[in-house]
């Protein structure tokens, strides 16, 4: 040890000569750390996300280290649904106000347990993948590294052993015979009776045959550590995988929302288009190649089943004219596919005029571009002042 941590000062300091690696064994070496680095990274973000408290963070990685079950924690979701009952039970559950926050209440419980699923999932798919391989591979490689450390400073000793030992041999046949300095820990009789370059020959075999020893570790322990390193090409197709199915998770996990808060908007009589009003534009839908995830994410349009509201079935376009007041701008946030001739069809961003008639459905508003008119659905517009 006492060698190694010598030659390692001198290797510092240009003293003595470092045993270099290949490049492509370095460049395996920067992508294991970046890789190590980042999964770090990425792990403690994505906690942070999951569980914003630091303190119940704290608490899960106590309990996943004494190996314990963590205790099931209530959500934000949940906790808000629950103040939000016992509210409307204690200012009046027949009252609007009451109505409305026991149906705001169940939606907030739903909500909740979405994203308690969302966490669970999130963290068998994701987190676990990547804290096994910081706390398991990892270490295995980190472990090799340190061993392979060690034997090059073994080898580097070896080499600079050899090389004083054929310097001094060089030396002692050309100024005769010399008893070295630091030999004495040599039996004295052996030291007196053989001549310094016997003395200094045998200690170049010596060394030599110690330094194809190291040679042999070295080379052993390198080999090791390489297929480690490769190893982390597979180490990142896991994660990539890990991280779709996060992706995934995720997706769905907003999309249930979507549909929870639907559902919640037509329970209190409000639906998307309540809110287009505003000057902040809407976001676009979600894009998803899955059935559900797409049905979930798109805005709802007006049911177009049963009859129609009366004065609306005999509304005949070419009759309707524009009121003389309360026409507005609107804003098209999405294609809209006109179902018969009574619609207009609509490209997103696009400007027109809208406006209601009497007795129309509430869902829905003539909107007019240049000289074609048509009913246009409600949630696919803002509404600009």
């Known amino acids: 040890m006492y060698q190694q941590l010598l030659c390692f000062t001198e290797e510092k300091f240009g003293q003595a000569e470092k045993t270099e690696l290949d490049a492509n064994f370095e460049n395996l070496l920067a992508r294991a750390d970046s890789t190590k680095n980042w999964t770090e990274k990425i792990l403690r973000q994505t906690e942070v996300l999951l569980q914003p408290n630091p303190s119940a963070r704290v608490e899960e990685f106590l309990y996943e280290k004494l190996d314990r079950k963590v205790p099931s924690r209530v959500t934000n979701g949940e906790l808000l649904a629950q103040y939000m009952a016992e509210a409307a039970s204690e200012l009046g559950p027949t009252t609007p106000y009451g109505k409305t926050l026991i149906k705001v209440s169940e939606a907030e419980k739903r909500l909740g347990a979405t994203e308690r699923d969302f966490i ?19 270490k295995t490689i980190s472990k ?9 400073l073994d080898l580097d000793v070896c080499k600079a052993r050899l090389k004083k030992a054929k310097a001094a041999e060089a030396k002692a046949a050309c100024e005769g015979d010399t008893v ?56 990142h197709v896991n994660h990539l995988r890990c991280l779709q199915e996060f992706v995934e998770s995720q997706t769905t996990y907003y999309a249930q929302c979507y549909r929870h808060m639907l559902d919640l908007q037509k329970q209190l009589g409000r639906f998307p288009g309540t809110f287009v009003g505003t000057t ?5 839908p979600l894009s998803s190649t899955s059935p559900t995830t797409t049905a979930a994410t798109m805005p709802m349009e007006p049911s177009v089943a049963g009859p129609a509201p009366p004065g609306e079935a005999a509304l005949c376009l070419e009759e309707v004219a524009p009121p003389a007041s ?28 809208v406006y209601s008639l009497p007795g129309m459905d ?17 949630t696919y517009l803002e509404l600009l002042s």
């Open 120 to 138: 669970h999932a999130a963290s068998i798919n994701f987190l676990t993948p990547l804290r096994n391989f910081l706390e398991g591979d990892w």
């Open 144 to 152: 090799e590294r340190r061993l392979l450390q060690n034997r090059r």
């Open 180 to 235: 070295p300095d630091f030999q004495e820990t040599r039996p004295r009789n052996y030291i007196l009776s053989a001549s310094a370059s016997a003395l200094w020959n045998d200690e170049v075999d010596k060394s030599e045959q110690e330094l194809r020893v190291a040679q042999t570790e070295f080379d052993r322990q390198a080999e090791v550590t390489r297929l480690l390193l490769e190893g982390i090409s597979s180490t």
């Open 280 to 284: 902040e534009p809407a976001s676009p």
């Open 326 to 353: 309360g026409t507005r701008k609107a804003r098209v946030l999405y294609d809209y596919e006109a179902a018969d001739s009574s619609e207009l069809a609509l490209l997103a961003d696009e400007l027109i005029t």
């Open 362 to 378: 509430p869902d829905w508003l003539i909107g007019e571009r240049g000289n074609k008119k048509g009913k246009v659905p409600v």
